[in-house]
């Protein structure tokens, strides 16, 4: 059974764009060297970091979704360590994807008449705001 992994990197954003695609297709090769399939990119550009990182407050945001066929170990371990070892990647994560039969829903907005905010009990007591 398939095993479905999503990567998400964070490139240093003062690195020309010539720079950050390398490292891209350094990480893609180095998934695909192991056996796992890209099932998805999604590359979201460059924004601006919630916090600095190292000094640098922009970075380039990219996310590779990949299926492997089991055994995952070695690449895992193998694709931590060359992401750590890279100057220009600020911050990775990867995480396993649940197993689902049916694609999960994305929610909208609620109707208009929805009041989403939570309910502590104060207009119960007879508390309104002001």
Partial sequence: ????????????????????????SKIDKLITDHGATIT???DWGKRRL???????????YAVRQFTHPGGTRTLMSELDRAVRIEEALLRHI???????KKPIPVLGRPDAGFDARPDWGGARRGWRPP
């Fill in 94 to 100: 990867v995480v396993r994807l649940p197993k689902t």
């Fill in 1 to 24: 059974m398939p095993i479905t992994y999503e990567l998400m990197v964070v490139v240093d954003g003062q690195r020309s764009d010539d720079e950050i695609a390398a490292q891209l």
């Fill in 40 to 42: 998805h990119t999604d």
């Fill in 50 to 60: 919630a916090y600095p990182v190292d000094g640098k407050v922009d970075g380039y």
